[in-house]
């Protein structure tokens, strides 16, 4: 399955597909540090109804981000704590870790692993489909997936970069291989590799009903951003009539 289609309405770009695999949501991706105007969103989610998706989400957006959906109706869905640790002493040559497993680079054989842990470790909703992973490594121009396992792959993570801002865009750990260091391990890599690459800072979001997450990216350094970030939903059959 291919990643998110890329689409031109003048100088704003959208990436737009199924939620998850599920060919009655549509997702809206829209360019990091590019604010939609409203109108190419209403244009957006007016094609998505006639193409037969019954609703539409966003990605997890900062305050700024979800203005111009707030403004074409859209509404929010969940709320999202974003974390950010601060790289500038982040020391990349600490301590060995304290883990039997090693880390190491995935390989494209370990994807069916990953996302195997992906489905133990998240809800339905939250769940990597193939097509979610790819887009995932896909979003940042250099990415890092890495995998920790004992024959199989028990727990992954993938950490991208933009410029200097690091991103830790997924981490799981299958529920009864938790609370062993692995969950932290894989962090630490990630920051790692994202500070020896130039990066100043790396952000991190959860889910707000999420607390082992949260005290895990707390106790590593990270700090909660004043403003979260929220999924936005829009239901489509309510375009699709108006349009």
Known sequence: MGRLDVVHWGTDRLRVGPWRGDSSIAQIVPSAGQLPHPATIERCVGELAAKGYRSALTSALTYTEQQPFLDTGFVVHERLHLLRHDLESFSPNGPALDTPLRVRRGR??????????????????????????????????????????????????????????????????????????????????????????????????????????????????????????????????DSEASA
Request: no cysteine.
């Open 108 to 237: 494209r054989g370990d994807r069916d692993g990953a996302l195997a842990v992906d489905r133990a470790a998240f809800s339905p909703f939250w769940r990597f489909d193939r097509r979610g992973l790819d887009d995932a490594r896909a979003a940042t121009p250099s990415s890092r997936f890495r995998v920790v396992g004992d024959g199989r792959v028990i727990g992954y993570a993938v950490t991208g970069r933009a410029g200097a801002v690091g991103y830790l865009q997924r981490l799981a750990v299958f529920p009864d291989r938790q609370r062993r260091g692995l969950g932290r391990a894989l962090v630490l890599d990630g920051l790692r590799w994202a500070k020896r690459r130039g990066a100043t800072s790396l952000l991190v979001n959860t889910q707000e009903t999420n607390r082992p997450a949260v005290e895990l990216y707390e106790h590593l350094g990270f700090t909660r951003e004043a403003h979260g970030l929220a999924v936005l939903e829009l239901p489509l059959e």
